[in-house]
């Protein structure tokens, strides 16, 4: 089935660093997804994408489809302690059931 | 507008149980999935409803079903509990199947 390989698994950054963290697939998708999990929560969507090369913003985030249609990628710039969880991709695939599929997830750690 | 509502928040079961998990979408969507969140598998989608229909299923087993009511409101089922099935589950909603999905806070269920 489809996979989708999230890296990095997880980053150490200091606050007021950028990151940045992607989702790559050997299937061709036609949506990408962004999601922030917070402990004990559900996941929050922060960004979607729909059109590939689409870049979209959401204040310090930033994610673009990639033209290939099989990567994405997240940036965020002058992390702050908040930023700090889970960031998942998610995709849906072109072909087949329409299901998302999701990336493990990149744990982000930030020291003040 | 109100968001994803899951309940139970917290569920203890022990093994050989069945037990039943209720989620209400977002007023208008029509969507809901569900999801299994562990640590060591990640996301692992288990259906999707639209209409009352289920659209998509993932690969587990039977004992895990589930259905949606006119209002889209919808439950899943687990029987016959094993130990592995302990997890965060978690619902989403969406206006259409292949819409953004937006989750609600998870069911913890933990079975000993």
């Known amino acids: 089935g489809q996979q989708l390989n999230q890296s990095p698994q997880s980053m150490f950054i200091q606050e007021g660093e950028d990151v940045s963290m992607n989702c790559t697939s050997s299937?061709?998708?036609?949506?990408w997804l962004w999601y922030k999990q917070d402990p004990g929560e559900g996941p929050v969507l922060l960004i979607a994408?729909?059109?590939?090369?689409e870049l979209t913003s959401n204040g310090r985030l930033t994610a673009q489809f990639g033209i290939t249609r099989k990567d994405s990628f997240l940036n965020i710039s002058a992390s702050i302690p908040s930023d700090v969880g889970i960031y998942f991709c998610?995709?849906?695939?072109?072909?087949?059931?329409?299901?998302?599929?999701f990336g493990q997830g990149t744990r982000l750690t930030i020291n003040p | 507008k109100a968001g994803v509502t899951q309940t139970p928040r917290y569920l203890i079961k022990t093994r050989g149980q069945q037990v039943t998990l209720s989620c209400s979408p977002i007023?208008?969507?029509?969507?809901v999935s569900w999801y299994q969140q562990t640590p060591g598998q990640g996301l692992q989608f288990l259906f999707e409803?639209?209409?009352?229909?289920?659209?998509n299923k993932g690969n587990f087993p039977g004992r895990f079903s589930g259905r949606q009511f006119s209002n889209s409101r919808s439950e899943m089922n687990v029987s016959t509990l094993e130990l592995g099935d302990s997890a965060l589950y978690l619902c989403?909603?969406?206006?259409?199947?292949?819409?953004?999905?937006?989750f609600g806070p998870g069911t913890r269920l933990t079975v000993l």
């Open positions: 989403a909603s969406s206006l259409e199947v292949t819409y953004e999905q937006f």
């Open positions: 299937s061709i998708f036609n949506t």
């Open positions: 994408l729909y059109k590939a090369g």
């Open positions: 998610a995709g849906r695939v072109i072909q087949g059931a329409q299901k998302l599929v």
């Open positions: 007023s208008g969507h029509r969507s």
């Open positions: 409803y639209f209409s009352e229909t289920q659209r």
